[in-house]
């Protein structure tokens, strides 16, 4: 059964500070790797997606992705109180299936 | 304004009256795709669609249905509705799942099954 581990949280951190979100995945024929924000009783809107090893960094988001680990993580600088939601991650292995991880919630305190 | 649209977004049901969610797209994708969401259990791929006429099995496929007759729509049909299926429902639409593609998703219908 392929899969995608999330921590379930929630992940509590002040504001201003770093929020680090962690993702497993156990199936190495993933190719493409995205991360998901969830606020409560909405629909989840894309963040991220990174598909070569490394970072790749987007305003205050930065994802790392390595392969031979099979880790996924996305970081938030400057994390404020509007980043509270839940964080899915998700696994693609480029044949039009997506798994999902079960999320991490996030909680930014003022 | 590019959307994803679901209807109904509640419904309340009885055990084996048949039902069809709908969803509609009007940002031209060719993919689009049900997914199930249940508390501890994440975001599940019920079906999808690579375009018209073109569906497949997601991971959890078992008592639904879909059908793709145009592109835009891609409706989810439960034959014989149970209590399990009781769960929030999202469709989502892409250009299609190349590397960078996103989803993006309905407002979701949240279903109970009585």
């Known amino acids: 059964q392929k899969e995608v581990e999330q921590n379930s949280g929630p992940l509590s951190v002040p504001e201003g500070a770093i929020a680090s979100l962690n993702c497993t995945y156990s199936d190495r024929g993933s190719q493409s790797f995205f991360w998901y924000r969830q606020y409560s009783g909405k629909s989840p809107e894309l963040i991220m997606f990174i598909y070569s090893n490394g970072d790749k960094e987007d305003g205050r988001f930065t994802a790392q992705l390595n392969k031979a680990s099979q880790y996924v993580s996305l970081l938030i600088r400057d994390s404020q109180p509007s980043d509270s939601a839940t964080y899915l991650c998700a696994a693609s292995s480029g044949t039009y299936k997506y798994i999902f991880g079960t999320g991490t919630r996030l909680k930014v305190l003022a | ?114």
Request: with cysteine; hydrophobic share 30%.
């Open chain 2, 1 to 114: 304004e590019a959307q994803v649209t679901q209807n109904p977004r509640y419904l309340i049901t009885v055990t084996g009256k048949k039902l069809t969610v709908t969803c509609s797209q009007n940002m031209n994708h060719e993919y689009m795709s049900w997914y199930r969401q249940d508390p501890g259990l994440g975001l599940r791929q019920i079906y999808y669609s690579m375009n018209v006429e073109v569906t497949d099995k997601g991971d959890v496929p078992e008592g639904y249905k879909v059908s793709r007759k145009e592109k835009r729509n891609f409706p989810l049909i439960l034959e014989s509705p149970s209590p399990n299926q009781t769960s929030l429902y999202f469709c989502a639409s892409s250009m299609g799942l190349r590397d960078g593609e996103t989803q993006y998703f309905g407002p979701g219908t949240r279903l109970l099954v009585l």
